[in-house]
């Protein structure tokens, strides 16, 4: 088992496990196996019973998403990190997997069980609604194309998150070239963004393949669990699989074309105050960030440690809790 250390490691655990062993690391399937079989097995007599089975399901889940997204920011944090990479494509491609097909064996013992209707319908109503749903759209056929396109996204995010660009003398990463849109020199602008379009435009066509081979990858993910273009595709199946089942695709076009009657007027109107305010004939990208009353940029902050106090300030000031 591979288990990169992390930066949040030593945060404390103000939500002790009951049910997960705390020294378990679901990254190795040998220790998760034991609690699928466990669950798996429980007899469930009572409505009690089906609640407390629910509660340590739950709890399984949320301690595997943790530890995967843990896997998946060590990726992040250092795109060069063959360690943190190599862990995170083998829980994808081995872990993940068994553990779609196991719980889709506890959501069909769920769904079948005469003790839901005991269930109270103010708590479980909407996770009744979405396991149910989960039940009737698994395909084991999909796993593997599930697998294929979480790989896929961390392609994506490895080249993208790798990107450096030469920029007068220096090596600068996409988010250094968008700081310098927000400085009053125009000719600067310009020469940052269109450095950064470069970037990205150089591995246009790994890009598109990416793109490509998810979207034909999501088609025969919906095709295969019934849902092909005459039964609105991808579209439909992205509704259901996502738990979105108080609006759907046309509530999602009626808000668009409210947008554009509504809102978009407003941004153009913006748009020509800034265009107006700045002296310009017309506004192009590299001029949408730079203050428009030529006041210098806000330097929030100069380093991780000022950030850090930064946020939690604000977040205390939210609700001390949070904080």
């Known amino acids: 088992m591979i288990h990169s250390p992390l930066p949040f490691d030593p945060l404390p655990a103000d939500y002790p496990r009951r049910y997960v062993p705390a020294e378990a690391r679901l990254s190795d399937w040998e220790q998760v196996e034991p609690l ?22 739950s709890e399984l889940a949320s301690v595997f998403m943790e530890e995967a997204s843990r896997l998946h920011i060590a990726t992040t ?17 081995e872990v993940l997997p068994r ?27 909407v996770m009744d609604r979405a396991l149910v749903a989960s039940v009737e759209l698994f395909r084991a056929e999909n796993l593997p194309l599930s697998t294929r396109v979480s790989l896929l996204g961390q392609q994506y995010l490895q080249r993208t998150g790798g990107i450096m660009v ?23 602008r310009e020469e940052a963004w269109r450095a950064e379009a470069d970037a990205y435009a150089t591995d246009a066509d790994f890009y598109d393949s990416i ?10 993910t919906a095709a295969n669990a019934g849902m ?62 730079v203050d428009p009353e030529g006041r210098p940029a806000l330097e929030p902050f100069d380093d991780y440690d000022h950030l850090n106090e930064g946020v939690a300030a604000i977040l205390v000031a939210v609700d001390p809790e949070l904080g």
């Open 36 to 57: 699928f079989d466990e669950l798996d097995s429980r007899e469930l007599g009572s409505v009690e019973e089906l609640e407390q089975w629910l509660l340590d399901t």
């Open 77 to 93: 944090l250092d795109t060069e990190d063959e360690q943190a990479a190599a862990a995170h494509a083998r829980v994808t491609q």
């Open 99 to 125: 553990w779609s097909a196991r719980s889709h064996a506890l959501a069909v013992r769920y769904a079948g069980s005469e003790l839901r209707s005991g269930l109270d319908p103010s708590r479980y109503a």
């Open 166 to 188: 030469k920029f007068r003398g220096e090596e600068l990463t996409p988010t250094q070239l968008a700081s310098l849109q927000e400085k009053d020199d125009r000719e600067l």
């Open 211 to 220: 793109y490509s081979e998810m979207l034909a990858l999501r088609a025969q």
């Open 228 to 289: 092909g273009p005459a039964e609105g595709g991808y579209e439909s199946y992205a509704y259901r699989s996502k738990g979105r089942f108080d609006y759907g695709p046309e509530d999602a076009r009626r808000l668009c074309e409210s947008i554009r009657k509504v809102v978009l007027p407003l941004v153009t109107a913006r748009r020509e105050r800034r265009r107006d305010l700045m002296g310009l004939d017309s506004l192009r990208p590299w001029d949408m960030s």
